[in-house]
């Protein structure tokens, strides 16, 4: 299969890579995904007091197109507020790295990883 | 040193250029159709197919008579089960193979299974063989034929095929083998090992593609099929349609060198799969090997990278022809059925490349491709929340994953 130029982009220099300290009131950490189904993704958000993501860090388990669907939105959550970081979708993961059909999944697993890390942030938050 | 490098010599292998140079005059001078009797293009062509008939039963310990020239393996084990099956379904119906068998076989059996037949799957060990006491057992008085492998594509693994013949020869049931992977690297002998139908691929021993054979044993017992190709009766009726001359001259010249060379070149293969082993296990900690060590295809490496997933690992190793059991590489997203069936768990099968080294690679090339993979397993593993986690020492077997 041909990888895009944005996908080996990705896959050769991912953006934040690392962790977050879990333990951190103002992290939420999203880990989704399965070993057996071949890609786990785990992001990790650190949020400002006033709601807007300061950073962001994932590691990933899972092909050249999980590893840059990750790395992608941890450069698009940044800077935004937890509900914008919401409004993003796995149709414009997948445009934007121009996956093919049967790698859409992997937009929709970065898309799930986005929300899970959210979910953790606000459950700590008390807002869950 | 040439890039990208070829190492997937399983799914197929170059032409050696003896065999090309055998080739050419056939395609032009010597074009001549086998089957035309009355002239001297004919009989040109007629006595190159039956040198390489003789070349290719060499390899195998056959006679000539005994090679049926087909398009391929796929259509040998295709003629092997049905062509048996209809020949002695009125014995039985009954059918024993393995589930790590090439697919030829499998949906073979399978589509069989639908159309009256019964199918015994054996269980195959972790080592990836299948035990000759097993077969033995499965045997039942309606058994027409057992089919299983030689040396099996992916994990490299070989069969006691002369055990498994005996027990065959013993209950008087028909026994084939595909040995697309082993002939020219494993010595094969029908007779000493039992064979009565055996499977047979040119582009996987450095001849041509779209060429194969099928043996098929004339005495003790006389074995029949029946044809699924019918027309002007060509191969004794068993395989019509005109002889692809250049392609069976090299077959031909393809089994020859094989045989030739067999002993030397597997010797050089198995040390550079050795060398490239040696390497790997060196630089890389916790790898899984896959298959048997002891009995295994000389040019074969079958490794799983545990926490990193292998489609991920073919991307960083783009100038290297190899392949992965992971289901991202398959269309079907399911990972490999045969590390399934010899009981490893989705997530190294995911994890697993398939390094496959053939007469053109050097020691060169393997210490380039050692070095690469040690480098990117090492990158990945970094990126690799499942390494972190197991570094951690938390067992991932407890954590709830939510598939997908």
């Not at chain 2, 059918?95 to 090439?102: L, Q, R």
């Not at chain 2, 450095?206 to 190709?229: H, Q, T």
């Amino acid at each position: 299969m041909a990888y895009s130029d944005k996908v080996i982009d990705h896959y050769e220099n991912p953006r934040n890579v690392g962790a977050l300290d879990k333990s951190d009131a103002n992290v939420g950490t999203g880990l989704v995904g399965a070993p057996a189904c071949g890609d786990v993704m785990r992001l990790q958000i650190r949020v400002t007091d006033d709601g807007v993501i300061e950073d962001a860090k994932f590691k990933t388990y899972g092909c050249g197109s999980a590893i840059a669907s990750s790395s992608l939105v941890t450069e698009w959550v940044k800077g935004r507020t937890v509900d914008e970081a919401l409004t993003i979708k796995n149709n414009d993961i997948a445009q934007h790295l121009a996956l093919p059909p049967v790698k859409i999944h992997c937009s929709v697993l970065a898309e799930d990883a986005i929300r899970a890390a959210i979910e953790d942030y606000k459950r700590k938050k008390g807002q869950g | 040193m040439k890039l990208p490098i070829y190492m997937d010599n399983h799914a197929t292998t170059p032409c050696d250029p003896r065999v090309v140079e055998a080739m050419l005059p056939y395609l032009t001078e010597q074009f001549g159709n086998a089957a035309s009797r009355n002239h001297a293009f004919g009989w040109a062509a007629e006595e190159a197919v039956e040198l390489a008939r003789e070349q290719v039963a060499k390899l195998i310990g056959a006679t000539p008579k005994e090679i049926v020239f087909t398009s391929g393996a796929t259509e040998s084990d295709n003629v092997a089960l049905k062509g048996v099956i209809e020949f002695y379904g009125h014995k039985g119906k009954h059918i024993v193979t393995s589930p790590i068998e090439h697919k030829a076989v499998i949906d073979t059996a399978r589509w069989l299974e639908r159309n009256g037949c019964e199918v015994t799957w054996l269980p195959v060990g972790t080592d990836g063989r299948v035990d000759p006491a097993d077969v033995e057992k499965a045997i039942r008085p309606d058994t027409v034929v057992v089919s299983v492998m030689h040396g099996n594509n992916e994990i490299g693994s070989v069969n006691d095929i002369g055990a498994i013949g005996a027990v065959c020869k013993k209950h008087g049931v028909l026994f084939h083998t595909d040995a697309v992977q082993t002939a020219g690297k494993v010595p094969i002998d029908v007779e000493a090992m039992g064979v009565d139908l055996l499977s047979l691929s040119a582009h996987k021993m450095y001849g041509p593609k779209g060429i194969g054979a099928l043996y098929v044993r004339r005495k003790k017992p006389r074995v029949r099929v029946a044809p699924m190709v019918h027309g002007g009766g060509h191969e004794r009726g068993m395989r019509s349609g005109t002889l692809p001359v250049h392609q069976i001259v090299g077959f031909g010249k393809a089994a020859e060198l094989a045989l030739a060379e067999m002993e030397s070149e597997s010797a050089r293969t198995l040390a550079l799969r050795e060398r490239l082993r040696a390497k790997i296990e060196e630089g890389v900690p916790e790898t899984v090997l896959n298959g048997s060590l002891e009995h295994r295809l000389p040019g074969n490496l079958n490794i799983s990278f545990t926490f990193v997933e292998g489609e991920s690992l073919l991307m960083a190793l783009r100038d290297v022809a190899v392949s992965s059991g992971s289901a991202c590489t398959s269309a079907s997203l399911e990972p490999s059925y045969v590390l399934r069936a010899i009981g490893l768990d989705d997530e190294n099968a995911h994890s697993s490349i398939r390094f496959g080294i053939g007469r053109f690679n050097t020691e060169e090339e393997v210490d380039y491709v050692a070095d690469l993979v040690v480098k990117a397993v090492a990158k990945l593993r970094a990126l690799s929340p499942l390494w972190e986690m197991h570094q951690e020492g938390i067992d991932l077997k407890s954590i709830e994953w939510a598939a997908h």
